[in-house]
């Protein structure tokens, strides 16, 4: 039976670990350099979801912008 270990990490992670490829810092690409960076060790992403919310309303009740606090991305490989 294949064992597996899994890995959680959030968005501002994965941007730190792309800016130390890339050398750059707050830009879009850390993101893809980030993913590429931990699929390079061997992990595969399973998941990504958003956890928790935050909205703003003006002063008439109305919903003006709906944003996500934390985006997290969950990683699995083998277990060896």
Known sequence: MMKWEYRTV???EIRKIGSRVTGEDFIDANV???LNAIGEE???LVDVYVDGFS?????KGE???ASSRYVKYTF???RE
């Open 10 to 12: 959030d968005w501002g």
């Open 32 to 34: 893809d350099a980030g």
């Open 42 to 44: 061997g992990w595969e």
């Open 55 to 59: 909205s703003h309303r003006g002063n």
């Open 63 to 65: 919903e003006l912008l």
């Open 76 to 78: 699995k490989r083998p």
